[in-house]
């Protein structure tokens, strides 16, 4: 699986957006880029997935550029239910294996 | 629809007691993983199974052992815990077929246990 590199850390005002940034430079062609978050002390919680068109669901949208090497996950409106480690995975092909890093903390403040 | 399901929730093992974590899912999902989480870490693959009957190792298997029961259930063994062990469980699982690689799972709340 091609590494990600993310923030450790981002801060976000309650009722704004959040955009999370995630590198993944060495992506290859049938791979995805998912995004899980994780609320403190619960097991990880899909967001959403893309592979090179932009994504959108209730939860989030994701902005993946044209040449694959990054992305964005975007919450509209951030609340501070939001608070959580969100991690940036690439998975694909026959590869079901998905690979945690240390993720971004966001923080949501009032 | 309960979803993934694990217990326990809480244990403490002393060094080289040996215990079963259980998890089961409600979802007729084929694949089923068991990670660990360590502070301040991301998740690490221990074992997974692509789907009843078959069991692999994933990224830090050493001091484990699973069994895929049946398609809803599938445990992991630590057949003497020691203190390197202390961390937090998670099961998951997903479904997979040959035409998908659509890689969403879902998982449980978590064991989290302590090897004196």
């Known amino acids: 699986d091609a590494k990600t590199t993310q923030p450790p850390s981002m801060d976000c005002a309650e009722g704004r957006a959040a955009n999370l940034p995630c590198n993944h430079s060495t992506i290859s062609g049938n791979e995805y880029v998912y995004w899980y978050r994780q609320i403190h002390s619960q097991g990880p919680q899909y967001i959403i997935h893309?592979?090179?068109n932009n994504e959108t669901n209730e939860m989030a949208s994701l902005i993946i550029t044209e040449d694959r090497k990054s992305s964005t996950l975007i919450l509209p409106h951030a609340t501070l239910r939001d608070t959580a480690v969100y991690y940036c995975?690439?998975?694909?092909?026959?590869?079901?294996?998905?690979?945690f890093g240390k993720g971004t903390l966001l923080t949501v403040n009032p | 629809n309960a979803g993934v399901t694990q217990t326990p929730k809480f244990q403490v093992l002393k060094t080289g007691q040996s215990m079963t974590l259980q998890c089961a899912q409600d979802?007729?999902?084929?694949?089923m993983y068991w990670y660990r989480q360590d502070p301040g870490m991301g998740l690490r693959l221990i074992y997974y199974?692509?789907?009843?009957?078959?069991?692999d190792k994933g990224e830090v298997p050493n001091g484990y052992n699973v069994s895929r029961l049946n398609k809803r259930e599938f445990s992991l063994r630590l057949e003497s815990a020691a203190p390197s062990q202390t961390s937090v469980y998670f099961c998951?699982?997903?479904?997979?077929?040959?035409?998908?690689?659509?890689?969403?799972?879902?998982f449980g709340p978590g064991t989290r246990l302590t090897v004196l």
């Open positions: 893309g592979l090179k």
């Open positions: 979802m007729n999902h084929n694949s």
């Open positions: 998951a699982s997903r479904h997979s077929s040959s035409s998908s690689n659509y890689n969403e799972q879902f």
């Open positions: 199974s692509a789907s009843e009957g078959t069991t």
């Open positions: 995975i690439v998975s694909g092909g026959s590869n079901y294996k998905l690979t």
